[in-house]
């Protein structure tokens, strides 16, 4: 499967052929060109990505990402599709798929919703081939996917909402700290004697941290502690998942903190797990490119059905 994050097409053919053959031909191809657009509405950032799909050929077009914060995440929806149609050139009329995750079944305008799992699964394979894993670590919960060369889940295995292992539990922390987001992982980096939080419960995690800095515990300390206790319960999420080895991609909205990505391989190595943590940059985009995807394949399947129906 050849696919590509930039916007080119493949070159010309080389045979030769007549006038009316060309136009037969930029017909059929202009027929197998497609364009769809995942929206992955998460608990904290709505996450649009539009794509050009030309066989097994995925060109990702445009994207955007707006943080919920208090908005209305239907209307954040409608402004990133209007969003990545302008960035790319395009119109509402050339979209022939919009495909939903996440916590989007209520979008008025999209063709079809995908569970979150299938699109996060198709959507790190394709952000880094060859992933056996995709661990996915939104606002409120946290999850591991083992997945095949496809993006197809094997198993998975998930915490629970209230768990301690959360994006919204480390902003939580992060303000009672006195710490902006963009720091914590930095911060976390440079801790010499990290305390770990004892409690799995949110609530009483954070009551933890508060007798952390009663007791004069250091800042770095205590994000360290709290990455630690997060990145021990991811690992032992992909543990019970079966995975054995190869790379996990972390994706959702704490793909890009270091701090934790660190963490988390430093846990693989004490439990012996032989699995190597990755990010990448365009990590929190991967349900809404899964999605676009998916809708890639479901329109092909279903305007087969329609050309036998036809024939």
Known sequence: MRESHMGMRPGGRTSESTPESHIDRNRAEARDVIHTIGIDIGSGAVKTALFRSDGDRHDWLAKRCERIRRRDPMQLAQEGFDGVLADAGLSG????????????????????????????????????????????????????IYVDERGKVLSYKMTSQCASGSGQFLENIARYLGVAVEEI????????????????????AETDVINMVSRGIATPDILKGIHLSMASRIVKLLKVTGIKDGTALITGGLA????????????????????????????????????????????????????????
């Open 93 to 144: 009329g050339d979209i022939e798929y919009t495909a939903t995750t996440g916590e989007g079944e209520n979008v008025r305008f999209a063709t079809g919703h995908f569970y979150s799992m299938t699109t996060h699964a198709r959507g790190g394979v394709y952000l880094h081939p060859g992933a056996k894993a995709i661990v996915d670590i939104g606002a409120l919960n946290g999850r591991a």
């Open 185 to 204: 992982g930095s911060l976390s980096k440079t801790s010499q004697n990290p305390e770990k939080c004892s409690s799995i419960c949110a609530v009483l």
């Open 256 to 311: 890009l903190d270091d701090g934790l990505l660190a963490a988390i391989q430093e846990e693989m190595v004490n439990e012996k797990v032989n699995v190597t943590a990755v990010s990448h940059p365009d990590s929190i985009y991967a349900g809404a490119i899964g999605a676009a995807l998916w809708g890639a394949f479901r329109h092909g399947k279903l305007r087969e059905l329609e050309a036998r129906a036809a024939a």
